[in-house]
């Protein structure tokens, strides 16, 4: 009927937890059931995998009186993976240490298109910037010609740009039924000035 390797991973030990500004920014608390019955396999270094990517971080667990809390580590994951207010999340202890954690938005109740998505590999910089091809990818192709100075002198500025004493110029026209107005400014080392 159904898969076993789905209905062994429904078994496994989890917790849910709410994030929040006030009490989650730099530390999330495991809840007291959850340790009460599971505290023993906790080890002091564990990680989160999130679904996007399946990289996991090392978070550091510490064990006070107040609770076990995961503290060193948490404020990244929490950056890096964008929580905000109220996300809801779901911890399943895969392994003594490893979580596996899903992230549910309140508002929707369905966990956010980005988590669903891999945007990151394993050897990611966490950078959301396209890989772009650099000069140094770059390789000429055998059609291409170098320039000459023909071609500098075959060049036409656009029309509006005027060159004035080697900075150039705009010329902006405004026009109404009634009236026309001209703005004309040169560009001087990045700023604008009307002539």
Partial sequence: MGDIGALAYLRLPS????FSEDHSMDELRVPPEFVATHGDELPFDCRLVMSRGGRGWPVRLLKIAS???F???WPEFRIINRIVQDDVFVFTMVQPGIFHVKRFKTRTGCPP???LTSVMD?????????????????HPSETENESSEEDDEEYAPEQGVVDVDGCPTFVYRLTSPTSIVVWRFRLLFGAATFV
Avoid: I, L, Q
């Fill in 71 to 73: 503290r060193v580590g």
């Fill in 15 to 18: 917790f849910m937890k709410r």
């Fill in 67 to 69: 609770g076990c809390h």
């Fill in 113 to 115: 298109v980005s988590d």
């Fill in 122 to 138: 394993e050897d990611s910089d966490h950078s959301y910037a396209p890989d772009v091809d650099t000069s140094d990818d770059y």
